[in-house]
């Protein structure tokens, strides 16, 4: 038997072309039905992965349309496919033809969730922090048993459903990344899911465009509890904006409602935060006893999202020594406030992504993290996206805020590079070492100051299309082939 072979029968139990057309409300062509017992190894929607065993989805969108792919996907390997198009319907493999791919790709997403049988669903949202508040229940659950996360930035209407298809029967936990950019994606995301536990971290400006205003983040954010199973329990930041009314929303459900924050009202309350360079220091209100929390993630703000993973640990009835040790050891994930050294050079890799709120508690950790010792601080930031109207102040506020921080200089990035140095200006005075450069010239610049020997400390910070996670390791491969004396 080849691996092929082997990996396709060891999914046999998972999946036959019977049941994917069953949860989809199809029949197999009539020249197929012999196929029902046809097994699945995957179901994939780009075509240049697809494997022999697989199921192909062509997916059609604005920019593309997958079913001119769908003579390479067999050729490849895929058994069959599921398509939208009639007029591609006769290959020389079956197709299930659907109304839309997108939506069925969904729907058999729902459908092996509902199968599975996990112990635990959780669903994660918010403007910040989704991403490591993930990361930090899959670290948690990990301890427990084998458990799913979503990967990289599989949050959307593709990604979702792709998670949820990769659970299996080992699999007793699964923690689900949301994102959207508009009104309605949450809602859709989270029915499909069917979370048991449902998290929001924060509303605060992003996606502005797609969303209006801090109102309409609110509500896009609250949909996260549409779907949340009957017996289901909403968990909630008292400290943020829309906390009124996502409280209110559960209400109405009849969900379980778990609050986190510094307001006395939390059920997971947070005191006395400190953040410095060895990370973030706290008191922690769990199962009604206050604990202390030293935790080696850099900022004030993940005080907060390791309260919101001990809102779940505390919704499980999980003791405080099986998520103490995690706390204690948990280091977040890359691109977010992750520090490196580089000779005397202090780099903070906050690159994954930016906001208005995020990128000020980036500078926020910047000065947490140079200020004891009195080092020297530089930010390079690059443009914050989908800020609508709003973006040229957002970008003159955190140029602003870096300059009362103390940043000894700001090198900007993009589209608002010029909004970023003139905030920065007008703290500053007019000498102030402020400039616009592009990524190449920021891994110079900062090959330069490696060079020095002086203990600068970097923060690499902007949204993801800033692509400013180019520059830690365009400077540690410019280190690395460099002949220094």
Known sequence: ??????????????????????????????????????????????????????VYIAIEGPRFDGHHFIAQAIKQGAVACIISNRAFSEQAVPCLVVADTTRALGRLGQAHRRAAKLDCLVAVTGSNGKTTVKELLAALFATKGATLATQGNLNNQFGVPRTLLSINDDHRYAVIEMGANHQGEIDCLTRLAEPDIAVITLAAPAHLEGFGSLDGIIAAKGEIMHGIKPDGVGIINTDSPGFNQWQEKLNRSHSKTMSFGQSAQADVQIRNVIADQQGVHFELYYQQVWRKVTSPLLGAHNAYNLAAGAAVA???GWDWEDIAPVFAQFTGTDGRLQTYQLG?????????????????????????????????????????????????????????????????????????????????????????????????????????????????????KGSRSAAMDQLRPGLTQRIAHAHLP
């Open 344 to 460: 005397a050079l202090t780099l903070i890799d906050d690159s994954y992504n930016a906001n208005p709120s995020s990128m000020a508690a980036g500078l926020d950790s910047l000065h947490a993290l140079a200020s004891p010792d009195n080092k020297p601080m530089l930010a390079c930031l690059g443009t914050m996206a989908e800020l609508g109207g709003t973006a040229v102040e957002a970008h003159f506020q955190i140029g602003q805020q870096a300059a009362r921080l103390g940043v000894n200089q700001l090198w900007a990035q993009g589209s608002h590079a010029n909004d970023y140095i003139a905030g920065f200006k007008s703290i500053k005075n007019e000498q102030a070492l402020s400039k616009n450069a592009d990524h190449a010239a920021m891994i110079a610049q900062l090959f330069t100051l490696y060079k020095t020997g002086e203990p600068w400390v970097v923060l690499i």
């Open 1 to 54: 038997m080849n691996a092929e072979q082997a990996r396709t029968d060891s999914l046999k139990s998972r999946w036959t072309l019977a049941q994917l057309a069953d949860w989809l409300n199809v029949l197999l062509p009539s020249t197929w039905q012999d196929q029902g017992d046809l097994a699945i190894a995957q179901l994939v929607t780009d075509s240049r992965t697809v494997k022999a065993g697989d």
């Open 314 to 316: 505390q919704a499980l």
